[in-house]
């Protein structure tokens, strides 16, 4: 009943992206586990994030073997690039017409459940995600054109790193047409 690798990689390698996909950047700012970066280029190859952006302390596949470890493989599909601080980040992101959004729980969150992408289909998308421990930082908010919050129901009040991004992804996929 189950399909085999190959059955997959055929499935995968015939399917259409979701156009918010194609156009999209997951940027990761200040993270201290190499584990929850692994876990992330894992989100991204899954879900055809064609390009990470790590900044400050990240750490990276060429700096931390557990990215790799945790990665399997996926960070050799999923391109990146480090910056030593945001605002160069930020640079190269403004190079490239893009919508940055910040997931962080802050007072002009928007749930990603009315977050309508409509507005902004005409650039490309970058998704900030911030230190396990205290979040973003004010220049990476401050910089967002937009903040997303996941609803949340529980006592506790955040997810992991990986979590999060993949909730965020399959939003795109959920929200997304086509081509």
């Known amino acids: 009943m189950k399909l085999t690798a190959e059955e997959l990689f055929i499935r995968h390698s015939k399917a259409d992206k979701p156009s918010l996909l194609q156009k999209s950047i997951i940027c990761l700012h ?93 650039k490309n998308l970058a998704f900030i995600f911030g230190n396990e421990v205290k979040g973003l930082d004010d220049q990476a908010l401050e910089s967002a054109d937009y903040h997303l919050i996941i609803p949340q129901f529980g006592s506790k009040h955040s997810l992991n790193l990986s979590v999060a991004t993949g909730v965020i992804l399959y939003d795109l996929v959920s929200k997304s047409t086509y081509k």
Do not use: M
């Open 30 to 122: 200040d993270i201290r586990s190499a584990y929850n970066v692994g876990a992330v280029f894992r989100n991204a190859d899954a879900f055809g994030i064609n390009k990470l952006f790590l900044t400050g302390i990240t750490p990276t596949p060429e700096t931390n073997i557990e990215v790799c470890k945790t990665a399997i493989g996926a960070e050799q599909y999923v391109s990146w690039r480090h910056f030593i601080q945001w605002s160069n980040c930020l640079e190269e992101l403004k190079k490239r017409n893009t919508c940055i959004i910040a997931v962080e729980q802050t007072r002009q969150s928007i749930p990603i459940t009315s977050f309508n992408y409509t507005d902004i289909t005409n």
